[in-house]
């Protein structure tokens, strides 16, 4: 069963003092996340990652379309028990301490109280905030309330997780810790719907990403198979010889650069046998040779380039 | 009680009382018990009518104040800095949250006045050294102020529901001292011919009836209070409240969180 069906969701906001105009936060949105997925929506700041979030939280109203949420319409306040939510950049109430406020959180998500207080302790040791329990959060630092947002987020158990930027305001090893937990809630069987402009993170993490542009979707793919795609072009690595580059490889068409005593030369595919007999008739040594992949790096930047007929549009900005 | 509106409302309160709002009993108490001790020195006779005056006075300002400037920021504070953000996206209704928001702070003011009360009472225990029956009214317009708490709260609710705090606190406020003069204002549109006549009606009559919940002078003076005048502004109250908290709810529901 499908976890989060979106059906051709749009949002536009009325701008502007005295003539309302409206202008498009989100085209119409069509994706469907499986359940047990994780799925990465990838996007400069201000694409509509956000928006749809929103949205999906019933925070914002959409202009058109609707959502399906476990198989349920996304307003039904039975399917918000089933999910978590961290928004970007998370304020929570900071006259609570952090066990006041995951109990508060706790009883507004229907958790019993028996064993209310244990889940609590339990979450904030999961997060790593198990000595700071006691502290009002007007005390925490931007990283601290990140967790406490994410402990949140997951405090009932939810079968859908959606985390707006998770990794923002975290320090590497904080990263490293979200990361973690998103692959623990991957393997407990949720399905985790975050959006996020970190793609390292997104490659590590997601079964697939979607591509999101001025509120427009641009492409949707299975990471698996993004990065697999080679690029008919091959690598080699050796170790150079009086700290140079051989000519031979550069006649080639290689992009070759020095890196301490190796070097590093992308050519493409059809000349490979060419170069392996320039390294052996040079007498170098070979390090490796692989087929140059795809990455998502790279999906990314083609996704976010404005095709021909959306050039003049993307120049004025998203509008109608 | 719906619990996660018990849930709300209790969350509201705990919040009020660790942003200090109870510090206002400091100044009420300071303010009270000099007036005592200055009445008890200079005034022969009138000691009760004072204290009685004062006393209930200052309760009714007291608590107009929280509950204008803690009312007009009960929603826009909660958008404003977003913690609305993960309150809603639980198994939480629009309208369970502003009516939980509604009982946290009606139930701080009910706290408040209590608090207050028990300083009024040693006031007048203190200037009249005995309790008398007449002073079992002056519990009937402490409850009558605590009406007017419930309006002035919903009131604010309201229009903190779609206006920003500043201009909340102006309308709450402006209405507060109209519907202070309500009964001059009736009598005027009694007197009042045309099409001024019937605007003068509905002003009056839309506005909230503050002057009847007002009985603060009768008391002092140790009348009592009819049971008709109870109930009266008891369902008054109640309704006035509730059809200001349901405008609430309404525009809430539909609003765009930014």
Known sequence: MAAIEILDLEKSYLVGFWRKRPKLALRPLRLTIEEGEVFGFLGPNGAGKTTTLKL????????????????????DPRVKSQIGFLPEQPYFYDHLTAKELLNYYGQLSGVPAKGRSARVEQMLARVGLSNSGGMQLRKFSKGMLQRVGLAQAILHDPKVVFLDEPMSGL????????????????????????????????????????????????????????????????????????????????????????????????????RQDAALEVLRRDGLKLISLTPVRNSLEEYYIQKLRPTEGRKEEDRKGVGV | MNSRIGYIAFNTFREAVRDRVLYNLIAFALLLSGAAILVGEISIDVERLVVVNLGLTAVSLFGVVIAIFIGIGLVSKEIDKRTLYTVLSRPVRRWEF???????????????????????????????????????????????????????????????????????????FALFVIGSLAEDLRGFARITQGVGGWIATAVAYLVPNFSAL??????????????????????????????????AVLIFQHRNLK
């Not at chain 1, 999906?56 to 307003?75: E, H, K, N, W």
């Open chain 1, 171 to 270: 320090d590497p090893m904080g990263r490293r810790e979200v990361r973690d937990l998103i692959q623990q809630l991957r393997s407990e069987g949720k399905t985790v719907f975050f959006s996020t402009h970190i793609l390292s993170d997104a490659e590590a993490l997601c079964d697939r990403v979607g591509i999101i542009h001025q509120g427009e979707l641009r492409g949707v793919g299975a990471v698996a198979e993004l990065t697999a795609q080679t690029r008919g072009k091959i690598e080699i690595i050796f170790y150079a010889q009086a700290q140079k580059v051989p000519a031979g490889l550069t006649s080639l068409g290689a992009e070759a650069r020095l890196s301490g005593d190796m070097v590093n030369a992308v050519l493409p595919e059809e």
């Open chain 2, 98 to 172: 502003v009516v939980g928001k509604f009982f946290g702070l009606t139930g701080t003011l009910v706290v408040n006045t209590f608090l207050m009360a028990v300083g009024v009472f040693l006031a007048l225990l203190y200037v009249a050294h005995r309790f008398e029956k007449m002073d079992e009214w002056v519990l009937v317009a402490l409850y009558f102020i605590v009406l007017q708490f419930l309006i002035v709260c919903a009131l604010a609710l309201f229009f903190s529901s779609f206006s920003t705090p500043l201009m909340s606190a102006v309308f709450t």
């Open chain 1, 56 to 75: 999906l939280m019933g925070l914002v109203f959409p202009t058109a379309g609707s959502a399906r949420i476990l198989g349920s319409d996304m307003d």
């Open chain 2, 214 to 247: 007002n009985v603060i002078n009768q008391v002092a003076h140790g009348d009592a209070v009819s049971g008709r005048l109870i109930l009266y502004n008891s369902v008054y109250a109640l309704l006035y409240s509730a059809m200001a908290i349901a405008g």
